[in-house]
């Protein structure tokens, strides 16, 4: 169905959509989709902080708006811009608001239900109350229940996720739903096929990061934090390298000052040569095709993404039960799932991958054909686009609205 075809009381024939997030880092969670949806018959519009890649919008033919939002807690910033967008949405009309990403869920909910905004979407993309704790968490949960009560619907980007915010009493049942198989974009499948010439571009880029084409590879993807379980991958590859001397760890991003590393567990990482630090890198498909496997020992996650990009690259997974990590892989088929916080459960998961290269090829194939056939960014972007004309058509046609209360 195309927006276009669906008119009633407030609905325009090119219905304008306005996507909300804190930081233009996570503007990058819509590539491809704004121009999927313009193309496709909506007036596409993206907020965030202020930043370069905050472009990307316009060059998808979309229109970038922006207004700073603190990621942290900051009360008097917050309702600041709290009234900035209250004031933006009061000037542009949008017809559906879909806030996500903590700090823009809170304030783009509650600034367009007070804008008078007909349709309201809060997408959950994790929790960070699940590893916080004391007034803290008391807080973080405070916000959240606040985002998911201001919104018309609540969709959650993994079914766990989804179970854990109804457990935590954050949402009812029937007002939160999961589109599609998860995540908020899929993949590019195509980016990741590792064909031959990938091959070669795997092996350029390990000789160019120094690593021994011989030497067994395993990487992360992610911020380097104490909830990414950097500690725990560092204290299992320090034991397997009792195993396998040549191994080496390719960490892509970079630490950060929240929820740091413990001090001394980041000066044995930076002080390691077997350890191989590349930072905050855009052809991440290049050291994907470097690895034998991916470790994403992980506390929370909303989706772990990056489980699919490396499936997609048809490299194997080791990651937790965490909440969103346990959708990503397909345990014993696709990689494998340890406890979180385990390190001996992650050594021997991370030791049989490594020492069974037909495992790995075997769990590797498996992966990419499951991401191909579920997390193809152009079936998620189809079923979140239904899903939005369907709020429309409800109210265009006198359906129930399904609102959350504004309390």
């Not at 470097?290 to 994403?296: F, I, N």
Request: charge should be positive.
């Amino acid at each position: 169905m195309n927006p276009h075809e669906v008119n009633g009381p407030g609905i325009t024939s090119r219905p304008k959509l306005t996507f909300i997030v804190t930081s233009p880092l996570s503007v990058g969670f819509y590539k491809g989709q704004l121009s999927y949806l313009v193309a496709n018959g909506w007036d596409v519009e993206m907020i965030s902080s202020p930043g370069p890649l905050l472009d990307v919008v316009s060059a998808e033919g979309a229109t970038p708006r922006a207004v700073h939002m603190e990621r942290e807690i900051a009360p008097l910033k917050d309702i600041v811009s709290l009234w900035r967008l209250w004031r933006l949405f009061r000037r542009t009309h949008p017809d559906l608001v879909i806030a996500g990403t903590p700090k823009a869920g809170l304030l783009g909910t509650l600034a367009a239900r007070l804008a008078g905004v007909p349709h309201v979407v809060y997408i959950l993309h994790g929790l960070r109350l699940e590893t916080a704790s004391g007034w803290k968490r008391r807080l973080l949960w405070s916000a959240e229940w606040i985002a998911c009560h201001a919104a018309h619907h609540v969709q959650s980007v993994s079914p766990s996720l989804r179970a854990r915010a109804i457990s935590l009493g954050l949402v009812a049942p029937e007002h939160c739903r999961v589109i599609g198989s998860g995540t908020v974009n899929g993949v590019d499948i195509e980016r990741w096929l590792r064909t031959s010439e990938a091959e070669a571009i795997g092996r350029k880029t390990r000789e160019r990061l120094g690593i021994p084409q011989t030497a067994l590879l395993v990487g992360f993807a992610g911020r380097l934090t104490r909830d990414k379980g950097i500690f725990e991958l560092y204290e299992a590859f320090t034991r397997l390298r009792l195993s396998y001397p040549e191994l080496r760890l390719l960490l892509l991003g970079g630490f950060e000052d929240g929820d740091a590393v413990p001090p001394a567990i980041r000066l044995r990482i930076e002080a390691d040569p077997a350890v191989i630090r590349a930072g905050f890198v855009s052809n991440v498909e290049a050291y994907y095709w470097t690895m034998d496997v991916l470790a994403l020992p992980t506390y929370r996650e909303g989706f772990g993404i990056v489980c699919l990009e490396a499936q997609a690259a048809s490299v194997p997974v080791v990651s937790t039960d965490a909440t969103g990590a346990r959708d990503a892989i397909l345990d014993g088929v696709t990689g494998l799932r340890v406890p979180v916080g385990d390190v001996d459960a992650l050594t021997a998961a991370l030791d049989r991958l490594l020492g069974d290269p037909v495992l790995r090829a075997s769990m590797g194939q498996s992966g990419r054909a499951w991401v191909q056939k579920n997390f193809q960014r152009e079936i998620v972007w189809a079923a979140y686009a239904r899903d939005y004309e369907q709020i429309l058509k409800a109210s265009a046609f006198g359906g129930r609205h399904h609102l959350l209360p504004l309390v």
